[in-house]
């Protein structure tokens, strides 16, 4: 176990340092002078290599990789470009908001899946099941910020229910969360029905009802206790899609989350805050990874007691 | 003559897999664990023994199809090394045990019996077509199965054809792993006389592996016995069945089922069937033989010559059979 | 060479049917959804090729005048801009046609490179022994940690004049992970398959093995992969143009009309709308396909949102089309009744029928079997695979699971029908007076529970004990079943045990309740020849403690002729021949039990003796001939085998044949 918990943290840091380094060098290496940009066009060149001096872009590369690297054990993470705060701190600032959404939509998201998953499982090839299985079809193939659009325009602007943009109160988080849902739902749907398919069909649950057990034990309990496991795992692809998605969701609904931050630290080439976008990305992808293959392995008593 | 095959203190060991929460102990797996036997030409020699005896290792490590962790396999009189592996893909050949899976799902059937034609260069694109058809006939197929692929054969037809692709090289040597294992009791027979045959015109020999008594009686000529990595028994066919010197080789027989319930007493072997990574001190079999000893524990046997042609692993090999050691030369 | 008779095939067994090839394609259109998703992919392909045509416009040609038209049939609309305009006047419906070429076209590409990519990646680490694998899994480890949206407008973000070519670059390369993943765990897969470790004992190199024999098995996994990339990057890349990093201005792309939508969503919904429709529809004809496809390409990938072979559905639902009794049963005369002398009979099965229609065919597993089960006796059924054995024990306890179902019989036990009786009535008989083990113990019992919480459930289901009781008379009956340490294997879990103990933990189980019935479905084939013996002996001892009848179902004649009292032989789901064990196998009337006695290697067989075997192999229960199963394969058959099913005539005392050879009149109409 603790070897195991060693050896995933040893990774966990390699894969952190690869995409630290990736990003770093990317920026800098596609990117044109964000010093340029920051000035107005036509502005004097010493003015520029002043504004360069200041965030520092004027040293060789190598320096300004170093320095980066040294300072993230620490906690710095550099400071922006743009009026010079400190990164972290400004991450740290919209990091709930994300997280929020992150949560409610895991919620939502999870339950719907598993409901739905289940049912259509439960009476495959019926109606409900074909039902489903549009639904997903037709979600999987529906742009994200089409439908956070559309859903704006039916709610929003006809209705006048829930609130358009910004984060401000509870009715807020309605839209955006159905529209990472939408995202997230079909593939968990399919995941779910998939693992309750295979289960039902295992050589156990048959042995248990010749044993006696009344149906609804056997699906509830038997059932659900081995296709349960790999659902486990679900939660670890959810954040992932969820990352991915954040960034365009919160661009529509002016959501004050790291996707947002994000997005316009590209825009502005504020490199530092970039870096520190992704960074808090990929910890957060590989974290939850690794506490879900954790979860997983406990579960399962064929992993947990494996001595042979 | 020299013998065909030789095998000398072969070993195969495998290094045991950390589990996710185990300790730091490492086990390692001794799947053969020491086995030596000769096979002569046109002879067919039965391997049996029950699963975790080694016996497929054992035929996939002789034919270098693993690589041995130690030990001497001579063919031809030669010491085999993983380096001159080509030369013995010629001369020896193994046909699998699941029809289902031996074959590969995407080629077609004149395709995989030309394949070792081409690679030893045997025959070229356009004569491999008539050879293939040669060896379709041998095997009692249809010319026309060569256009088909393996799923649209059943489990009959295509261990024929893993057998026809074994015989597409010439071998001297056939091992047949748990060829007939997986098939109905009504299509083993034909598969089964069809090996004899081959072997009578071919001038084919065989290492026959088995878990069925029945079967490697039938087939054998010679019997090896496997317990747990090593060979127990070795003795010609009729003498073994009629006469078992060792415990196990006893016990095992005792178990099958017969058609005419003569009454006989069945052994019953107590205990567990034992762990390949963690094999009892002494002999293997000490903690389940119904005549063990204490220096059983201590001491493992080592496979002997009790009596001419008859090898057995036991420290009382005739002790237990007293039939076996009146009326025979003395030898031991 | 050989003699063909003995070891041979008949011609007709070798089915010449067309290769493999242009089945795929046939097999494609027989499926609702690939035709539905391909067609509609073809129209959106065609108008795209055909956009210089169709095109009312010029995409590019701006009409300052009539900016944001709302579509023809909106207020204000006209067909002369049948879509409607942007703010700055040009054609939305010729845009969104050449907006369909570009967002094709970049999606193909990419897809050829990430596909190719991925290919050569997964081929080569799922190959690999070294290093090259963990290297290039952990670098596919950092890529997929990096948001790829993030990674796309990184890099276009600084790129002042987007071209395809560089958003087919940027789309394309970094999602070769994707494929790379799933072609290296089928490389995996196969590499441990027995087909490979043959490729490699007849000589063949590792380059191959790996391109003749591994790689047609996954480049149709790649090819499924790739359908469903493909609309993934059309999305992808229409999000990037509606964030503003796709294809520069005034190129037409649906994303970037899209944004412009949404910048002025309330005046111009449509302008928002719109495009948003076509992605949809495009992406769904494209996933359309590739679901229809991936079930005939590659099944295993399991992608396939409709499936097309029928799932399993829990034995709740009730009997289908139960026909009547069938016109004629096949018994000539009653078996043994409480009247006669010998054991009362426990369970009466007259005319059982099972079959199972699938798509394209009808499978008749069982039909029209009859046999008698009697108190504290052991009925031993054998037969090969297909002979209906296991599936005539399963339809005793109504475990036959959808499409299957019985057709035609009734099974009467204690006087009721259990073919007939609610679902409600039966749970109430199985598990307490039918109990059932199954032939693979260690998948037969629940893997993530302990043996002991499985046992408590079973006893607390049928006795109202406490948990810390249950676990006592679970003890008592594993010492019952022979097992020497009962507290510790109660708190094992069943992938801990050895295969033969798991089999006494199933028995143990049953007995619980001292059923009148026990079936065991082949319990000891998947155990060693020392194990079997073990446990089949300690199952006649229980058995014979409690006088519980057993039906031992099993392929192993020896088997039955040493544990059973009477003997049930079947055949292509027919009963032979059934019987007292010793009167069947001493004195066997029908030719496919002699055959089988006379072909089967015992080790009592004298050597030197050559086996009959049996010529030809068992008919296809999907296909099965009029008149006998066995005709083809009988050494003693007549014109008439193969014309009419012999009926069940009684030979001996309580020994039954069904053949024509032991028929009294040769004129019998009964089937």
């Known amino acids: 176990m603790l070897r195991y918990s060693l050896r995933r943290t040893a990774q966990m840091v390699v894969v952190v340092f690869g995409v630290v380094t990736l990003v770093f060098f990317i920026l800098r290496l596609a990117s044109g002078d964000p010093a340029r940009m920051m000035n107005p066009p036509g502005q004097q060149e010493e003015i520029i290599q002043l504004t360069r001096e200041k965030i520092g872009t004027d040293r060789p590369l190598m320096v300004q990789y170093w320095d980066y690297l040294l300072g993230l054990p620490q906690g710095d993470l550099g400071k922006s470009f743009h009026g010079g705060h400190p990164v972290l701190g400004e991450l740290l600032k919209v990091f709930p908001n994300t997280a929020m959404l992150a949560v409610a939509t895991i919620l939502f998201s999870s339950t719907v899946a598993i409901l739905l998953g289940i049912g259509a499982a439960l009476r495959a090839n019926g109606a409900f099941d074909r039902l489903v299985l549009v639904y997903v079809s037709v979600a999987l193939a529906t742009p994200s910020f089409w439908l956070a659009i559309v859903l704006v325009l039916i709610f929003s602007v006809h209705f006048d229910w829930l609130p358009a943009i910004d ?66 795992t679900l939660i670890g692809l959810q954040l992932g899609m969820i990352l991915a998605g954040s960034y365009v969701v919160e661009f529509i609904f002016n959501w004050p989350g790291i996707g947002k931050l994000t997005l316009d630290a590209v825009a502005g080439r504020d490199f530092p805050m970039v870096q520190g976008g992704v960074l808090v990305a990929a910890l957060a992808f590989v974290i939850v990874n690794f506490v879900v293959d954790l979860a997983y392995a406990a579960l399962d008593p064929r992993i947990r007691m494996s001595a042979k | 003559m020299a013998h065909l ?45 029950e699963s975790g005896c080694g016996k497929s290792t054992l035929v996939k490590t002789l034919l270098y199809l693993e690589v041995p ?107 047949a792993d748990e060829a007939v294992s997986a098939l109905d009791a009504s299509v083993q027979s034909q598969i089964l006389n069809l090996f004899k045959d081959l072997q009578g015109h071919l001038d084919l020999t065989y290492i026959f592996v088995s878990h069925d008594l029945g079967v490697a009686k039938y087939m054998s000529h010679r019997i090896a016995v496997m317990y747990l990595g090593e060979i127990v028994e070795l003795a010609a066919t009729e003498e073994l069945y009629a006469h078992p010197l060792n415990p196990y080789t006893r016990a095992l027989l005792s178990a099958i089922p017969s058609i005419h319930r003569d009454g006989r007493e069945r052994i019953r072997l107590e205990g567990e069937p034992p762990d390949p990574a963690n094999p009892p001190p002494g002999c293997k079999f000490h903690p389940r033989c119904p005549i063990a000893q204490k220096i059983c524990a201590q001491e493992a046997p080592q496979l002997k010559e009790w009596l001419p042609g008859r090898y057995v692993a036991c420290h009382f090999a005739l002790d237990s059979d007293p039939a076996a050691r009146g009326g025979l030369v003395s030898g031991a | 060479m050989t003699d063909l008779a003995t070891a041979g095939i008949s011609p007709e067994a070798v089915a010449a049917s067309a290769p493999a090839r242009t089945h795929i394609l046939r097999q494609l259109l027989k499926r609702r959804t690939f035709v539905i998703g391909a067609a509609g992919l073809t129209i959106i392909v065609l108008i795209a090729l055909a956009a210089p045509f169709l095109a009312p416009h010029d995409p590019m040609t701006q009409d300052l005048g009539k900016g944001l038209a709302p579509p023809f049939w909106a207020k204000g609309g006209s067909l002369d801009h049948p879509l409607g305009t942007d703010t700055l006047g040009r054609d939305v419906a010729s845009r969104l046609m050449y907006g369909a070429r570009n967002s094709l076209v970049i999606a193909l ?41 993030l990674l796309a407008i990184a890099i276009l973000g600084v790129i002042s004049d987007r071209s395809a070519v560089h958003l087919i670059l940027v789309l394309g390369i970094p999602t070769w992970i994707l494929y790379a993943r799933v072609v290296r765990s089928r490389v995996l897969a196969e590499r441990d398959k027995d087909y490979v470790l043959g490729a490699k004992s007849i000589g063949a190199s590792r380059m191959r093995q790996m391109w003749r024999y591994i790689l047609p098995s996954v480049w149709s996994a790649v090819l499924v992969i790739a359908m469903l990339d493909f609309g993934f990057v059309i999305l992808l890349e229409a999000t990037l143009s509606f964030l503003g990093f796709g294809l520069t201005p005034p190129t037409p792309s649906w994303g970037s ?60 639902a009730t009997w289908t089309d139960l ?14 009744t409480k009247d006669e002398m010998g054991p009362p009979t426990l369970l009466e099965v007259s005319d059982l029928s099972v079959e199972f229609p699938l798509p394209d065919k009808v499978v008749k597993a069982v039909r029209h079997v009859s046999f008698d089960v009697h108190r504290g006796r052991t009925l031993g059924i054998v037969g090969e695979s297909g002979s209906g054995k296991s599936v005539s024990a399963f339809s005793i306890i109504q475990l036959i699971e959808p499409p299957g179902r019985v057709t035609s019989g009734e099974v009467l036990f204690e006087g009721r029908d259990l073919t007939r009786i609610s679902n409600y009535d039966m749970a109430q008989l199985r598990g307490i007076k039918i109990g059932m083990i199954f032939q693979n113990p260690a998948s ?39 097992i020497g340490n009962p507290q510790a294997i109660l708190s094992r879990y069943p992938f801990q045990l050895s295969g033969g103990m798991n089999q006494r933990v199933m028995i143990a189980m049953a007995m619980l309740t001292r059923p009148d019935l026990l079936i065991a479905d082949e319990p000891s084939s998947a155990l060693d020849v020392t194990t079997q013996a073990v446990v089949l002996e300690r199952l006649r001892e229980i058995t014979r403690e409690h006088q519980t009848s057993l039906i031992l179902i099993t392929h192993d004649i020896a088997l039955v002729a040493e544990f059973a009292d009477e003997i049930l032989v079947m055949y292509a789901g027919q009963v032979c021949e059934v019987g007292p064990v010793r009167s069947v196998i001493d004195d066997a009337r029908h030719p496919y039990t002699r055959a089988l006695l006379q072909s089967v290697p015992r080790a009592e067989i004298e050597s030197g003796k050559r086996l009959q075997a049996i010529p030809g192999e068992p008919p296809d229960p999907a296909e099965l001939p009029p008149g006998c199963p066995f005709a083809d394969r009988c050494v003693s058959v007549m014109g008439i085998c193969r014309q009419v099913n012999p009926s069940q005539v009684r030979v001996r005392p309580h020994h039954d044949v069904a053949c024509h050879l032991w028929s009294s009149d040769k004129d019998e109409e009964k089937v």
């Open chain 1, 167 to 232: 984060m401000e109160g509870p009715k807020s988080f309605v839209l955006p969360v159905l529209t990472l849902a939408v995202m997230l739902t079909p593939v968990l749907i399919r995941t779910v029905r998939q693992s309750f398919l295979e289960t039902l069909s295992e050589d156990h649950i048959r042995a248990a009802r010749a044993r006696g057990i009344p149906e609804h034990r056997v699906i509830l309990v038997h059932g659900l206790k081995v296709a349960a496991l790999p659902l486990v």
């Open chain 2, 5 to 49: 095959l030789e095998v000398r203190d072969l070993k195969k060991h495998f290094a045991g897999r950390l589990g996710l929460f185990a300790g730091s102990a490492k086990k390692t797996v001794r799947a053969v664990d020491g086995v030596s036997f000769t096979v002569d030409q046109g002879e067919t020699l039965g391997l049996v023994g």
């Open chain 2, 69 to 175: 962790t130690s030990g001497e396999v001579y063919f031809d009189g030669q010491r085999l090394t993983e380096k001159e592996a080509m030369r013995l893909r010629r001369r020896a050949q193994i046909v699998f045990q699941d029809p289902y899976t031996s074959l590969p799902p995407r080629m077609r059937v004149g395709d995989i019996i030309a394949d070792p034609l081409l690679i030893h260069r045997l025959a070229d694109r356009r004569s491999v077509r008539e050879r293939v058809n040669q060896l379709l006939e041998d095997v009692g197929l249809q010319p026309e199965t060569a256009d088909q692929y393996p799923h649209q054969l059943s489990g009959g037809m295509r261990q024929r054809v893993g057998i026809a692709r074994a015989l597409s090289v010439q071998p001297a040597l056939v091992v």
């Open chain 3, 109 to 149: 590409f990419a897809v050829l490179i990430a596909s190719v990519l991925g290919l050569v990646a997964g081929l080569s680490a799922g190959f690999s022994r070294g290093w090259w694998d963990p290297l290039l899994m952990r670098f596919g480890d950092v890529q997929l940690a990096f948001p790829f949206i």
């Open chain 3, 257 to 316: 009309i899209l944004a412009e939508g949404k910048r002025n969503m309330i005046i111009s919904p449509w302008l928002a709308v719109l495009p948003g429709l076509a992605i949809m529809l495009t992406v769904l004809a494209i996933n359309m396909t590739a679901d229809g496809a991936a079930d005939v390409l590659d099944p295993k990938l399991k992608i396939s949102v409709f499936r097309r072979t029928p799932l399993k559905k829990p034995a709740n």
């Open chain 3, 323 to 336: 026909e009547g009794r069938a016109a004629a049963s096949t018994r000539s005369q009653p078996v043994a």
């Open chain 3, 444 to 482: 037969s019992l629940n893997p993530v529970l302990s043996i002991g919480s499985q046992m408590v459930e079973t006893i607390r289901l049928h006795l109202k004990v406490s948990p810390a009781e249950a676990r006592d008379i679970g003890s008592q009956a594993l010492l019952n079943v022979g």
